[in-house]
Nanobody
Framework: QVQLVESGGGLVQAGGSLRLSCAASGLTFSSNAVGWFRQAPGKEREFVARIGLSNGNTYYADSVKGRFTISGDNAKNTVYLQMNSLKPEDTAVYHC??????????????WGQGTQVTVSS
């Protein structure tokens, strides 16, 4: 059984930093990437970043490029999202997901419950 558990969200002032963690278990070869997505109230789920599980290749949304870094620790089965220079518009529930490498959330089969990130101005 695949399980993804996010942690690390919270309240931070604009310009601050947070590091989100996504602990994964039960992943199979059908999942070749882990992605981070976010959803703000009244908005659609938005791609943030993804990392390839076998090659470590990364890809970012333009809105977070240069501020966010996605990384993985295979020994801990954990994917991280380091978020720096946070802005109020980064406020959302952040979800990690496992599936086929893509920016489309429909290509991800497994999702965590999400962690709230709130950036105050």
């Amino acid at each position: 059984q695949v399980q993804l558990v996010e942690s690390g969200g919270g309240l931070v002032q604009a310009g601050g930093s947070l590091r989100l963690s996504c602990a994964a278990s039960g992943l199979t070869f059908s999942s070749n990437a882990v992605g981070w997505f976010r959803q703000a109230p009244g908005k659609e789920r938005e791609f943030v970043a993804r990392i390839g599980l076998s090659n470590g290749n990364t890809y970012y949304a333009d809105s977070v490029k240069g501020r966010f870094t996605i990384s993985g620790d295979n020994a801990k089965n954990t994917v991280y999202l380091q978020m720096n220079s946070l802005k109020p518009e980064d406020t959302a529930v952040y979800h990690c997901a496992a599936g086929r490498s893509s920016i489309n959330p429909r290509n991800y089969d497994y999702w965590g419950q999400g962690t709230q990130v709130t950036v105050s101005s």
